[in-house]
């Protein structure tokens, strides 16, 4: 008898399922792939390409290209809830997909709901796409002479490697932009070892980038920001890169979640509510060994979650993931120079972008349509 098995999501995790499906197709299953956009981005380098280090292409995963070489069905469509009893998942255009078993990986968007004004006024980094045509419109208005007031809310990793390649780009492209990152945090890289923090402080000092810590925002207006201590902070594009926010529709549909509302996965990234559910990346949380929000983890996810799928449909003994309790994080810095971050240990140089540069572009081969 044929199975389903939905794939929701072209995040980081699905991309490596779906590669090591073509590989070794399992007999008389039926995989689709529900994905809103033809390509998916590469987080680690989208600061680059921001940069204009690389090109769309070179960061950008073509899941029709990919989904065609492995005989894999891609529908084009963003999932609106599940009927877990009946097993089908809702598109945001009405359509039904019924599935045996499902793997969610849509990532998640930066955490600005309970900020009044910022969902009118500024653009999350994610999804990606929107914020890209953000930049293009950033760029065209400094092309033309104007000097954009830019504001970058989040100084984690995200926010500070986003704002120094804004940063190189427009004074590349000759534009005095003026950069500011905001944060309720009491340091940039609050979560790395100081080492890397006063690293990077001192570049962005050098770089100009104005950086107001412990200034949580309290609203967002058309023409800039208010902080929570009535500070007026005029701008005029505002980027989010906060904190990671859950879609609602898994504890809507009932599947089991963290207080957050991610969807809560066992050691095997399979649902404790529902047993044909699965998830992974940003979308989902480990209970009994959580992590953050991070590419890193959502990578190395996918071989142990493609097994499972397997192991799944088969009816076989599920396998426990481990996740490394410290990763390796390469910050970039704008230019071709990065920052390694490794435990207590920080190191940098113009060596550590090119050492990043050859582990960002070879997990790209790995999916290309050339491949």
Not at 80 to 98: I, M, T, W
Not at 320 to 335: C, D, F, M, R, V
Request: proline share 7%; hydrophobic share 40%.
């Amino acid at each position: 008898m044929n199975r389903r098995l939905l794939l929701i999501g072209g995040g980081h995790t699905h991309v490596e399922v779906i590669r090591r499906w073509g590989l070794n197709p399992e007999p008389d299953v039926t995989v689709t792939l529900l994905s809103p956009g033809r390509h998916t981005p590469y987080s680690g380098m989208l600061p680059g390409y921001v940069a204009g280090h690389y090109r769309f292409e070179d960061c950008h995963i073509d899941l029709e290209a990919l989904c065609q070489r492995t005989g894999i069905v891609r529908i084009d469509g963003a999932v609106s809830g599940l009927d877990l009893r009946h097993r089908k998942a809702y598109c945001s255009d009405n359509a039904e997909l019924s599935f045996d078993l499902v793997s969610i990986d849509t990532g998640s968007t930066p955490v600005i709901a309970s900020i009044p004004g910022a969902e009118r006024h500024g653009t999350p980094v994610k999804p990606v796409a929107q914020f890209l045509e953000e930049w293009k419109t950033i760029r065209l208005a400094a092309q033309h002479g104007n000097a954009p007031r830019i504001v970058v809310v989040g100084a984690g990793a995200g926010g500070i490697e986003l704002a120094l390649a804004m940063h190189h780009r427009l004074h590349h492209d000759g534009s005095p932009a003026r950069i500011t990152v905001v944060s309720d945090s009491p340091a940039v890289l609050a979560s790395h070892p100081a080492g890397v923090r006063r690293r990077i402080a001192s570049i962005l000092e050098e770089r100009g980038i104005a950086v107001r810590l412990n200034a949580p925002v309290q609203s967002a207006q058309a023409d800039g920001l208010t902080l929570r201590d009535n500070t007026r902070l005029p701008a005029d594009h505002v980027i989010w890169v906060t904190g990671a926010a859950a879609p609602a529709w898994p504890l809507a549909c009932g599947l089991h979640t963290d207080p957050a509302g991610f969807i809560a996965v066992n050691g095997c990234l399979q649902s404790p509510s529902h047993e044909y559910v699965f998830a992974a990346g940003d979308v989902a949380s480990m209970m009994a060994t959580p992590r953050p929000k991070s590419g890193v983890y959502a990578v190395r996810q996918g071989p142990p979650l493609s097994e499972n799928l397997r192991r799944a449909l088969r009816k076989e003994t599920l396998v426990e993931y481990h996740p490394q309790k410290t990763t390796l994080a390469l910050i970039s810095t704008g230019n071709r120079h990065a920052i390694a971050s490794y435990g207590p240990i920080a190191f940098g140089g113009a060596w550590v972008w090119r050492w990043k540069n050859r582990i960002d572009t070879a997990f790209m081969r790995k999916y290309n349509a050339t491949a």
